[in-house]
């Protein structure tokens, strides 16, 4: 049974999410790729203030494709993670506490991941039409130029996902692996 | 001659663009349904049936939001007079199908610039002449996620079969969850440093599961295909059987002192379509 959880988050729920745990996320979100990400970390080197709360936030890695006219989004699965990587530990520090994407991390993002009681959630890669239905609204914040790349807030109901890496640097990525080899050995 | 209107090629290439990107073909279809027959995992059961009910949705949503670099692959017949500007035609084609289709708009006008061109062009294109009086027109839209975890080895001969498939092995344990398994492995063998890259391109172009013609590579494809199944990696990485779909190996001759090996990685969403002209 998938447990029920809201963005932005708050430290005490992150804390309780263990890799491995499936969710439905609700609430709102904020996209972010690379070009993105380059810019907000800009913004910070340069002691200026970020264009939405980052306190408790919560970062989807995705591009999305166009909305049709009468619908929020178009395709909107989650893109590969580790090119955020770069940025990522900065955004923990100043309190982002959600990361959805696909893939591995590196070390620098759960040691920010660890020190900071963040959570790295894993959405479905290649699933983006599926993804799409739990997008209730998308708002462009900021970087239009961008364009599949521009900075959206999203408010999301029951978005399927997967802890991935918890506060505790558990991930899902090793554990998951070992339990299936585990399990298939012993049959 | 034979006289074809480039026009006809554009709008070709729109069409495919958009049927590219909306519908998968009935060859990934059938061979995701049987893994998920085949897979034992629980979690990885569960995964493939969401990667089931995303394709199966069919509406005008992209099965993938990244729609990909548009890989346009033209056999084009000798006894054809295309009028017009070919290359044009293909990149007037791609811009109608990812606007009109609301396909995502992926293309940077330079590495390092990154400036986004607006309407996913220019193409990839790629153009064999063949016999006869036909164009054959393939669109692959080719995503990056799976893209970005493709190798290439300049082997020395001494390397051999053996190191052949630990390269493969190698580059599919490296990739692990990011290219979002289950994968489809593209390998080219021989050739030269560009050709072997473009070989192994055109092995995802094969219909999925379709073994190699030649038996001793067919038979190596059925190896490596177990044995990357049996790594454990399973759908998005979370543990299970079904780390790939399909291993595809295409060879060319090569020089005396090489042995260039090229994976080429592609996502389950293996986006192909062909028409013929």
């Known amino acids: 049974m998938a447990k029920h959880i809201t963005a ?36 910070v080197a340069a002691g200026k203030p970020l264009p939405f709360p980052i306190e408790g936030s919560v970062i989807y890695y995705v591009g999305p494709s166009p909305a049709r006219p009468g619908q929020p ?70 970087y239009e130029d ?32 070992a339990a299936y080899l585990a399990q298939r050995d012993c049959v | 001659m034979r006289e074809l209107a480039s026009e006809a090629i554009t709008q070709a290439v729109a069409r495919m663009c958009v049927q590219a990107n909306t519908r998968l073909p009935e060859d990934v279809k059938s061979c995701i349904r049987q893994a998920r027959r085949a897979e034992d995992g ?21 099965i993938c939001q990244d729609t990909g670099m548009a890989c346009v692959f033209l056999e084009i017949g000798q006894e054809v007079h295309i ?16 606007t009109e289709g609301y396909l995502r708009k992926s293309v940077v006008r330079d590495p390092l610039d990154r400036v986004n061109t607006g309407d996913n062009t220019p193409a990839m294109l790629y153009i064999d002449l063949v016999p006869g009086d036909q164009v054959k027109i393939t669109v692959a839209p080719k995503g990056f996620g799976s893209e970005n975890m493709s190798r290439i080895a300049m082997l020395k001969p001494s390397d051999g079969l053996a190191g052949v498939k630990r390269f493969i092995l190698e580059t599919v344990e490296l990739a692990g969850p990011n290219p979002c398994p289950p994968i489809v ?30 038996p001793f590579y067919a038979d190596l494809e059925r190896e490596l295909l177990e044995q990357i199944n049996a790594s454990g990696i399973g759908p998005q990485g979370f543990g299970g059987r079904t780390t790939a779909l399909a291993v595809h ?21 293996a986006r192909h379509v062909t028409e013929v002209l």
């Open chain 2, 185 to 214: 492995v593209g390998v080219g063998v021989g050739g030269t440093f560009d050709k072997c890259a473009l070989l192994a391109k055109r092995a995802l172009l094969r219909d999925m599961g379709v073994p190699s013609d030649n």
């Open chain 1, 73 to 142: 989004i178009g395709s909107a699965g989650p893109t590969t993670s580790y090119r955020m990587d770069a940025y990522a530990p900065t955004l923990l520090d100043l309190g982002e506490l959600g990361m959805i994407g696909k893939g591995k991390r590196g070390p620098a993002v759960i040691e920010a991941m660890k020190r900071n009681g963040a959570v790295y959630f894993g959405a479905i890669g290649g699933a983006g039409a599926l993804l799409s239905r739990c997008v209730k609204s998308a708002e462009l914040v900021c």
């Open chain 2, 42 to 62: 629980a979690v990885a059961q569960e995964i493939l049936d969401r990667i089931i009910e995303n394709f199966s949705i069919g509406g005008d949503t992209p």
């Open chain 1, 146 to 177: 961008l364009g599949a790349e521009a900075v959206r807030r999203l408010v999301v109901q029951d978005l399927p996902l997967t802890v991935v890496i918890d506060s505790q640097g558990g991930n899902l990525y090793e554990t998951g692996r």
């Open chain 2, 83 to 98: 009028s017009g500007d070919l290359a044009q035609a293909v990149n007037e084609g791609v811009r109608l199908g990812y």
């Open chain 2, 249 to 269: 190996i295409e060879t060319l001759p090569t020089h005396i002192a090489g042995l260039p090996c090229a994976v080429n990685i592609n996502c389950h969403v």
């Open chain 1, 8 to 43: 932005p988050l708050t430290k005490e729920a992150a804390a309780q999410l263990r890799a491995g745990e499936s969710v439905l996320l609700s609430g709102t979100v904020y996209t972010a790729r690379d070009a993105a990400h380059k810019r907000f970390c800009e913004l």
